[in-house]
Nanobody
Framework: QVQLVESGGGLVQAGGSLRLSCAAS????????MGWFRQAPGKEREFVAT????????DYADSVKGRFTISRDNAKNTMYLQMNSLKPEDTAVYYC???????????????????WGQGTQVTVSS
């Protein structure tokens, strides 16, 4: 059974930075595509960023392009999300997820994912 555990969330002022981590256990995820999603109160969970199994392809939501960077370390079975120039509208619970699809456009869809973490809260104050 795969377990994903997010960490690194917190409270930060607008313009600040945070780095989220997603540590996987139970199975090596080097062949899995992975992604970050977020859910704000009263809103649906939305795609933030994805990364292919070999880290050779990434994709970002328009709202975070140029500010967020997704990466992974397959040796550590861990994925990261570096978030810079944070805005109040980035406030949400951030979830990491793993998909048996190693890459491709489908990774931006929630339905592509087999495993989800429990989420970590990110709050950006104005």
């Amino acid at each position: 059974q795969v377990q994903l555990v997010e960490s690194g969330g917190g409270l930060v002022q607008a313009g600040g930075s945070l780095r989220l981590s997603c540590a996987a256990s139970g199975r090596t995820l080097s062949s899995y595509g992975m992604g970050w999603f977020r859910q704000a109160p009263g809103k649906e969970r939305e795609f933030v960023a994805t990364i292919s199994s070999g880290a050779d392809s990434t994709d970002y939501a328009d709202s975070v392009k140029g500010r967020f960077t997704i990466s992974r370390d397959n040796a550590k079975n861990t994925m990261y999300l570096q978030m810079n120039s944070l805005k109040p509208e980035d406030t949400a619970v951030y979830y990491c997820a793993a998909s048996r699809y190693g890459g491709g456009w489908y990774l931006s869809r929630r339905a592509a994912y087999d495993y989800w973490g429990q989420g970590t809260q990110v709050t950006v104050s104005s």
